[in-house]
């Protein structure tokens, strides 16, 4: 669980309803047409935009920018250097018997068992790693496609706000909560764009990034292993991926 994520969108939205709070009454920013214009209207443009599975597993990867497990580098170099080891003493054959959880990892401890040879396990893996950056970079897109509509449906909604109090100028009581109303939806286009989508595509971009760098730790020592290279100097190159302190440390 990323715990970054959580306290960044609990400590904005709690600090913004606090101020408001103080300010005056929290039921003058509670406005149902606004929400169904901005987050209706955005996502409907983005089923406009993208295909409908698409969506639908963009939004799925909201929760993955909260509930997320990320690999550690460190625990990654340390099974290839143990399966290295393994290789070195009884042969590439007796990696067979080596399971992990990683799916990535496992395909390729099984492509070289299965007697690929290092050209084309480089080739296939990286293939693996350009298609899952391609599916990120989907759902990075629609989240920032998100943080671009939201502000714009909100000043749709204020435009429309705007129309219908013109149309009732003739009781001016009327004038000023309508205006406030009409504002209300630039302010929920604004605050879903800066405080929910711009961020979760941000975050989704380093975990896509961090993932990516994980995989290519893993096709370097793989290829490694293949290649029968001692398994201290594979540790000490695959290292280098580690700031400087984690590199003496391990």
């Known amino acids: ?49 993208h295909k409908m599975n698409e969506v639908f597993a963009s939004l ?17 170099i340390g099974q290839l250097v143990d399966m290295a080891n393994v290789a070195r003493k009884d042969g590439i054959l007796a990696l067979e018997k080596v399971k992990v959880e990683d799916p990535f990892l496992q395909s390729a401890i099984n492509h070289c068992v299965d007697g690929a040879d290092p050209e084309f396990l480089e080739g ?7 298609y899952l950056a391609a599916r990120h970079g989907k ?25 219908q109090m013109l149309a009732a100028m003739d009781d001016p009581s009327t004038i000023g909560p309508a205006m406030a109303v009409a504002l209300i939806t630039t ?4 605050m879903i764009a800066n405080m929910i989508a711009l961020p979760i595509a941000f975050k989704l971009g380093q975990y896509s990034a961090d993932e990516q760098v994980v995989r290519q730790v893993i ?27 984690k590199r003496e440390a391990g």
């Open 219 to 245: 096709i370097d020592g793989m290829i490694g292993i293949q290649k029968g290279v001692n398994p201290r100097m594979l540790e000490e190159a695959l290292k280098t991926v580690l700031p400087p302190s």
């Open 60 to 76: 799925g990867t909201l929760m993955k920018a909260i509930i997320v497990k990320p690999q550690n580098p460190e625990e990654v």
């Open 1 to 49: 669980m990323d715990v970054a994520t959580i306290l960044g969108f609990v400590l904005g939205h709690a600090l913004i309803f606090y101020a408001i709070m103080i300010g005056g009454d929290v039921g003058q920013f509670v406005d149902i047409p606004s929400v169904l214009i901005v987050v209706g209207g955005s996502t409907a443009t983005m089923f406009t935009r």
């Open 187 to 190: 302010l929920y286009g604004a």
């Open 139 to 163: 759902n990075i897109t629609f989240w920032e496609g998100m943080g671009e509509l939201t502000p714009v449906f909100g000043m749709i909604g204020t435009l429309i706000g705007l129309v």
């Open 124 to 130: 296939i893996l990286n293939k693996e790693v350009s």
